[in-house]
């Protein structure tokens, strides 16, 4: 204490850096951070010296090589002459696609089921506990492949839905369930479309205008206007009128069986669903207990308050309580969507080509670069969650407590 | 100072990495056990019997191997690798050899520090369907639904012969062969593809094996052999020449039976002498006993005795001599000479 009271820099003497309390703490992080950083630096070159040695040092040159190898499920033109960084796209795409749907999904499961857990029927709310315990007890890869083996195992194979006596048949004969994916129709464009998509984006527009002016009338004269209902009529019939008086330039296109397989439609193949319904219904029992924690944190007074207004329940929940419990959600939610996107890594499991499945499977096996497809596949992942959650803080920011 | 230390640190670590590799056979020795990666179970050539003893065409070359270098052909920890890791784990040390159904391709040997020591099977690419697909042969396959094994050369060729023959496929990437059979057997694929060899063993384990056949093309070469790790020569030339002692003692008409008595006093042909240790010192050269390869042989017989045992026309597998007769009775098998 003694030498803290004289002046400093007076007579600086280097013994200073470690006896004295002004100076040690700063002399420990510096020795911390060099020999961190020596650390790091060692294994680095470590692992390139060895590398080198092994004559693989590394090398991102595979990237621009053509890739040789299909991939059954590309949302870009994709050929086995295109190249490895095509397959990387390709896979990402196919990530960002089972995560994005499973999200959504995912979410508005977990919302219900945690509303739903709240409730006061006693079969609903037991119900829920039951769906939460199972799907977040179990690993999710069981699940993944437990949805993949039923949909393999139970639905029919493209070949019985042929001939007089075919024992399986298409549903509206525009939907084919089979073991092989789901066939949907496909819309197809013909002359003329443009005047009917152009309608179908002003009622959209139209429909947000609608619901601001209900508003804005309802705090002036509190009357409500059936603001649901009229959104839906102003989504289908404009568009609709249009292209009857287009003379339907929009058409659809039906599967049919072709050969070995459908043809024709969209193909949603089975490791896309199963893999999009096991991660969103895990996830989901997440979600919902999130939920639940949410609706629980909020006072009770406040829906009392809100009912004594005369709101009714489902009023008191969609305005007083959940956007309240946003505010607590809303954190857990967003490390549940980095958990889903992560774990969609699992997609090789059922033979769908995600990133793991294209850079960090057939890449990295074809062509030995194991340590570059890795680095790269991390660095890839880490760039989507930090995406993933820097969108979601955002949102997070703009539903917070506002304090003035 | 500070850095030419630590510079030499990583200099002396880098070489003790490379001696480390370099000595595979005192390794082997030192632990009395040869690790030796084989394939996640193929019937024939590599799979767990009843008793949970690996048997098979492939593992009868990792008891070989064990039996000339150690001297008992039970001393073998088998390693069972997908084909996406065994690369690697070769490449790590986690294995000494792997003899897993490798094609021995360029990129592979040059590319990815692999030595391929031989062939102990040479095969090629098919395809199998159920017979009431009612296609007979592969040209016919345009817009069928294809199950294939990731990480394989199985997953290239086939990309190429579609795009050759302007047809279109849809692949069904699957990680091992087990899932393969599931999807294929429930339909979720109309053809099933890999190495002609692969699917007669995979056949020979369905309920009803009558009911599927064998595609007449064959789409690819694909010499199978064993492989160890680049630049290790006193070792990859242990493995090379037990194989090649197997394929001689075919040659020469020695025996699991006989080769004891052969090997018990010189005989008339110098060949034979040599190979079984009673003239010259063969095994000395290569760092073992005289008696490596007449220890070799009586592990499993002489390769046409290995072949008949685990995947001939007389075992579920059912498979031909073919390509893989000796190069006496038309076939490919052939060594350089023990000389």
């Not at chain 1, 995912?106 to 919302?111: D, N």
């Not at chain 1, 609608?210 to 309802?218: D, E, G, L, V």
């Not at chain 1, 058409?251 to 193909?267: D, I, Q, S």
């Not at chain 2, 050759?164 to 999807?183: C, D, F, K, L």
Request: proline content about 4%; glycine content about 10%; some cysteine.
């Amino acid at each position: 204490m003694a030498m803290a009271d004289q002046p400093a820099g007076k007579s600086f003497r280097l013994s200073m850096l470690l006896y004295d309390t002004r100076y040690r703490s700063i002399t420990i992080q510096v020795i911390m951070l060099t020999l961190f950083v020596i650390g790091v630096w060692w294994l680095i070159n470590n692992m390139y010296t060895n590398l080198a040695i092994a004559n693989k040092a590394p090398d991102f040159g595979f990237l621009w090589n053509p890739s040789g190898y299909d991939i059954n499920q590309h949302m870009i033109d994709y050929s086995s002459q295109s190249t490895n960084a095509r397959a990387w796209l390709v896979g990402l795409l196919n990530t960002l696609l089972v995560a994005f749907l499973g999200c959504i999904l995912a979410t508005v499961l977990g919302v219900f089921i945690g509303v739903l857990r709240l409730s006061k029927n006693w079969i609903i709310s037991r119900l829920m506990t039951v769906y939460i315990e199972t799907f977040r007890n179990v690993p999710v890869l069981l699940w993944i492949l437990f949805a993949n083996s039923i949909f393999i195992d139970t639905l029919p194979q493209p070949k019985t839905f042929r001939g007089e006596n075919a024992t399986s048949h298409m549903l509206w004969d525009a939907f084919a369930f089979t073991n092989r994916g789901f066939y949907i129709p496909k819309p197809t464009f013909g002359e003329g479309y443009l005047p009917v998509l152009i309608v179908f984006a002003l009622s959209i527009v139209a429909i947000f205008i609608f619901r601001k002016w209900a508003y804005k009338r309802q705090e002036a004269t509190g009357e409500i206007l059936p603001v649901f209902w009229i959104g839906v009529g102003l989504f289908f019939i404009p568009a609709i009128v249009t292209q009857l008086v287009m003379g339907s330039p929009i058409g659809l296109e039906y599967p049919a069986l072709k050969g070995f397989n459908f043809k024709g439609g969209f193909h949603l193949r089975n490791s896309l669903i199963s893999l999009w319904l096991a991660l969103s219904l895990y996830t989901a029992a997440f979600i919902a207990e999130a939920v639940r924690a949410g609706i629980m944190a909020i006072n009770k007074g406040q829906s009392e308050a809100a009912a004594a207004l005369g709101l009714r329940q489902n009023r008191v929940m969609s305005l007083v309580v959940l956007p309240q419990a946003l505010r607590v959600i809303i954190p857990p939610l967003i490390s549940q969507y980095l958990n889903l996107t992560k774990n969609s890594s699992l997609a090789i499991a059922v033979g769908y080509m995600d990133l793991t499945g294209t850079l960090g499977g057939i890449t990295l096996n074809q062509t030995g670069r194991a340590l570059e497809c890795i680095l790269l596949l991390m660095l890839t992942y880490l760039a989507i969650s930090l995406t993933i959650s820097m969108v979601m803080n955002i949102y997070n920011n703009s539903v917070k407590l506002k304090e003035r | 100072m500070k850095k030419s230390l630590l510079l030499g640190t990583i200099a002396a670590v880098g070489v003790l990495a490379g001696a480390a590799s370099a000595a595979t056979l005192d390794d082997v020795k030192a632990n009395g056990v040869l690790k030796c990666g084989v394939s996640t179970g193929l019937v024939g050539f590599a799979a767990p019997d009843a008793n949970g003893r690996w048997e098979g065409f492939d593992v009868a070359v990792c008891r070989a191997v064990a039996a000339a270098v150690l001297g008992d052909s039970d001393a073998v920890q088998f390693v069972p690798l997908s084909s996406k890791v065994r690369f690697t784990a070769l490449n790590s040390g986690e294995v000494d050899m792997l003899a897993r159904n490798t094609t021995w391709t360029f990129s592979r040997d040059v590319d990815l520090g692999l030595t391929f020591v031989g062939v102990n099977y040479y095969d090629g690419q098919g395809f199998m369907a159920r017979k009431d697909l009612g296609v007979g042969s592969a040209t016919e396959l345009d817009g069928a639904t294809i199950c294939i094994q990731t990480g394989t050369t199985t997953e290239l060729n086939l990309a190429d012969y579609f795009r050759s023959n302007g047809m279109s496929y849809e692949p069904v990437p699957i990680e091992t062969n087990a899932e393969a059979q599931q999807q294929f057997l429930s339909g979720a694929c109309d053809v099933l593809t890999t190495d002609a060899s692969g699917l007669a063993a995979t056949r020979a384990t369905f309920e009803h094996p009558e009911d599927f056949m064998i595609m007449p093309e064959i789409i690819s070469k694909e010499p199978l052999g064993p492989l160890v790790r680049e630049g290790d020569e006193p070792w990859s030339d242990i493995v090379r020449w037990t194989l090649n002692a197997l394929i001689t003692a075919e040659e020469k008409g020695i025996t699991k039976d006989n080769v004891e008595q052969m090997a018990a006093a010189a005989g008339n042909d110098p060949e034979i002498n040599r190979l079984l240790g009673t003239e010259g010192d063969l095994g000395g050269m290569l760092g073992l006993d005289k008696q490596w390869a007449m220890r070799a042989i009586a592990a499993g017989g002489n390769y046409g005795e290995l072949f008949e045992a685990n995947v001939g026309e007389n075992t579920p597998v059912g498979l031909s001599r073919g390509l893989n007769a000796l190069w006496t009775q038309g076939g490919l098998i052939y060594t350089p000479p023990f000389r």
